[in-house]
């Protein structure tokens, strides 16, 4: 069964600094994988997606991906971080063990603290 | 071009009522998938339709749960008998097409809680 691992509930960084948010997956099969953010009491918007293209993937807002296969990881990053950047963020798998549904397996959450 | 739209966006039931979440895809979706986000949790599926079609149901709970999609209307996620344990917030999202590729488009969600 296909699943992700997000390493840390809780990120803390300072206004400028990177923001590295962490996300294993486990998988049988090539993944399609995804990142999420979630503002408070709103709904989930797409960052960025891993559809097995290009490994590194440039998302909204200045995100990117990296798809390490050798690593089984699928990192996000942002070179500045922005207080607006303040957020819950998703790592999800397309579960692809379940025919072509496209249902999404999605990891814990990291919240991102950005402090002035 | 609206987004997803779900209503009520908060809903207070109490033991034992009936809760009913609408969701409107975005215009030209016929794909709608429901999860459901518990506190400290993160969101987990629980269900795949489209237009008239359950396709993927294995997230429901096996009780009290039912979810429709028909030719004409929103989405309903119906609960039946709601219980304390049922207080979550329910995002659906929609696609366009539905394959493991398509990006889903969420809306607000319907923040659930049972007295």
């Known amino acids: 069964a296909q699943s992700v691992t997000q390493l840390g509930s809780h990120v803390s960084v300072s206004e400028g600094a990177l923001v590295l948010l962490r996300c294993n997956y486990s998988s049988s099969v090539p993944p399609y994988l995804f990142w999420y953010v979630q503002y408070p009491n709103q709904g989930l918007q797409l960052l960025l997606k891993?559809?097995?293209?290009?490994?590194l993937v440039k998302g909204i807002n200045g995100f990117e991906a990296e798809f390490k296969k050798s690593e089984t990881s699928f990192h996000l990053t942002k070179p500045s971080a922005h207080m607006s950047d303040a957020a819950e963020y998703f790592c999800a798998v397309s579960d692809r063990d379940s025919g072509n549904t496209g249902k999404l397996i999605f990891g814990q959450g990291t919240t991102l603290q950005v402090k002035p | 071009n609206a987004g997803v739209m779900q209503n009520p966006r908060h809903l207070v039931r109490r033991r034992g009522q009936e809760a009913r979440l609408r969701c409107s895809p975005m215009k030209g979706h016929s794909h709608v998938y429901w999860y459901r986000q518990l506190p400290e949790e993160g969101l987990k599926f629980m269900v795949y339709?489209?237009?008239?079609?359950?396709?993927?149901e294995s997230g429901m709970p096996k009780e009290r749960f039912s979810a429709e999609f028909p030719k004409e209307g929103p989405s309903i996620l119906r609960i039946q008998q709601v219980v304390r344990g049922d207080s979550a917030a329910y995002f659906c999202?929609?696609?366009?097409?539905?394959?493991?590729?398509?990006?889903?488009?969420f809306g607000p969600g319907t923040r659930l809680t049972v007295l």
């Open positions: 339709l489209q237009k008239e079609n359950i396709i993927d």
């Open positions: 891993y559809t097995s293209a290009a490994t």
């Open positions: 999202a929609s696609s366009p097409a539905g394959s493991r590729t398509d990006t889903q488009y």
